[in-house]
């Protein structure tokens, strides 16, 4: 084998490159290279998980009869004002685990740990929409790339199958995949003079996402868009981005069957809501014909548990006319929006309570 050290060369070599990829899971090269603030919600929504969980443990959440509500859901859930629900709800503990662009696999990974730690929620709130459930979703590119773990995969490959085990296992394995090392934008990031307020912010977003128990400070605090044909404009985009080759997702729907069929076993109230969007928005979901097949596909699961679906675009109970974009309320519809919650929780678990 001495003469035919060259053997060992391409080991040699894969060892140096696997070794020289870890560089690009540093904080200090991830903010050259990666523009979006996406990964930093959905890391430190790990985080969060793991001190809510030991915070129940020890007894914090409880103390004074407090009740405890989880909150699953995309971005559309992620902006209560933690002080406000602090003050109007002094007997709850409200923890947010919502990111963006979310489905039922991520939101079951998170309830899992929860349940299994030995936390019983008083209340879930679990979002719910026909996007979450296609197939040619950005699935990959956000739940699969940015949340999950290797057991969570493995107890689940015949939900996730080849293509998505084959994917994390390459996203884990190198950096690179889910970091992609596009030197010209690292050299337009490092030459650019805001670089330290950018990491800044990420810093300030991951401080602030970990004291408001997951509850993010909006970035367009009390803004809302006035002009009907901007909401119609990123209606349009928004439709054409989620759903132009729209196909179901049986995963997402034997995940989501898992979250029901937990939470009634173990009698843990959940509160299933479809949030407001704008008018423009719900006319062209109305006009989709994937809307009709959507609704009795996840109809057939929520009837099987005796669950229904709260939409918010079709109910007296709750109105807010603000929006910042045309499928985002603003940031003064989360009022009546948690209203409306406790409203359906009370309706539907706590009915003498009325």
Request: proline share 5%.
């Given at each position: 084998?001495?003469?035919?050290?060259?053997?060992?060369?391409?080991?040699?070599?894969?060892?140096?490159?696997?070794?020289?990829?870890?560089?690009?899971?540093?904080?200090?090269?991830?903010?050259?290279?990666?523009?979006?603030?996406?990964?930093?919600?959905?890391?430190?929504?790990?985080?969060?998980?793991?001190?809510?969980?030991?915070?129940?443990?020890?007894?914090?959440?409880?103390?004074?009869?407090?009740?405890?509500?989880?909150?699953?859901?995309?971005?559309?859930?992620?902006?209560?004002?933690?002080?406000?629900?602090?003050?109007?709800?002094?007997?709850?503990?409200?923890?947010?685990?919502?990111?963006?662009?979310?489905?039922?696999?991520?939101?079951?990974?998170?309830?899992?740990?929860?349940?299994?730690?030995?936390?019983?929620?008083?209340?879930?709130?679990?979002?719910?929409?026909?996007?979450?459930?296609?197939?040619?979703?950005?699935?990959k590119e956000s739940n699969l790339?940015?949340?999950?773990?290797?057991?969570?995969?493995?107890?689940?490959?015949?939900?996730?199958?080849?293509?998505?085990?084959?994917?994390?296992?390459?996203?884990?394995?190198?950096?690179?995949?889910?970091?992609?090392?596009?030197?010209?934008?690292?050299?337009?990031?490092?030459?650019?003079?805001?670089?330290?307020?950018?990491e800044a912010m990420k810093d300030?977003?991951?401080?602030?996402?970990?004291?408001?128990?997951?509850?993010?400070?909006?970035?367009?605090?009390?803004?809302?868009?006035?002009?009907?044909?901007?909401?119609?404009?990123?209606?349009?985009?928004?439709?054409?981005?989620?759903?132009?080759?729209?196909?179901?997702?049986?995963?997402?729907?034997?995940?989501?069957?898992?979250?029901?069929?937990?939470?009634r076993e173990k009698e843990i109230?959940?509160?299933?809501?479809?949030?407001?969007?704008?008018?423009?928005?719900?006319?062209?979901?109305?006009?989709?014909?994937?809307?009709?097949?959507?609704?009795?596909?996840?109809?057939?699961?929520?009837?099987?548990?005796?669950?229904?679906?709260?939409?918010?675009?079709?109910?007296?109970?709750?109105?807010?006319?603000?929006?910042?974009?045309?499928?985002?309320?603003?940031?003064?519809?989360?009022?009546?929006?948690?209203?409306?919650?406790?409203?359906?929780?009370?309706?539907?678990?706590?009915?003498?309570?009325?």
């Open positions: 084998m001495k003469t035919k050290k060259f053997l060992f060369y391409p080991i040699i070599l894969f060892a140096f490159l696997f070794l020289v990829d870890k560089i690009f899971l540093l904080d200090s090269v991830r903010l050259l290279i990666k523009s979006d603030f996406t990964y930093v919600y959905y890391e430190t929504k790990s985080q969060l998980l793991d001190i809510f969980i030991d915070k129940y443990k020890k007894g914090e959440l409880t103390k004074d009869n407090k009740k405890v509500m989880v909150v699953l859901g995309s971005s559309r859930l992620l902006y209560f004002d933690s002080k406000e629900l602090e003050q109007f709800y002094p007997d709850w503990e409200i923890y947010n685990f919502s990111s963006a662009v979310t489905t039922p696999a991520y939101y079951w990974y998170f309830l899992e740990q929860i349940l299994d730690a030995g936390v019983k929620p008083d209340l879930v709130v679990l979002e719910t929409d026909p996007n979450q459930f296609n197939i040619n979703s950005i699935f790339t940015y949340s999950f773990d290797f057991p969570f995969i493995l107890r689940y490959i015949g939900l996730f199958g080849r293509d998505y085990f084959n994917y994390y296992l390459g996203k884990t394995l190198f950096a690179v995949k889910v970091n992609k090392p596009y030197l010209d934008a690292a050299f337009r990031n490092y030459n650019n003079p805001n670089l330290p307020y950018v300030t977003i991951r401080t602030s996402l970990i004291e408001n128990k997951g509850h993010a400070t909006s970035p367009v605090e009390d803004y809302f868009e006035k002009d009907a044909s901007s909401l119609e404009a990123t209606s349009q985009r928004t439709i054409d981005w989620l759903f132009a080759s729209y196909k179901p997702s049986e995963m997402q729907f034997e995940f989501f069957d898992i979250i029901l069929k937990n939470t109230p959940l509160i299933i809501v479809w949030p407001q969007s704008s008018k423009s928005m719900q006319d062209r979901l109305r006009a989709n014909p994937i809307l009709d097949s959507w609704k009795k596909d996840i109809n057939a699961v929520t009837d099987k548990y005796q669950y229904k679906i709260h939409n918010m675009d079709d109910t007296k109970e709750y109105y807010c006319n603000s929006f910042a974009d045309g499928g985002h309320i603003a940031k003064d519809c989360y009022r009546p929006f948690i209203r409306y919650l406790f409203l359906q929780y009370f309706k539907d678990y706590k009915p003498k309570a009325l």
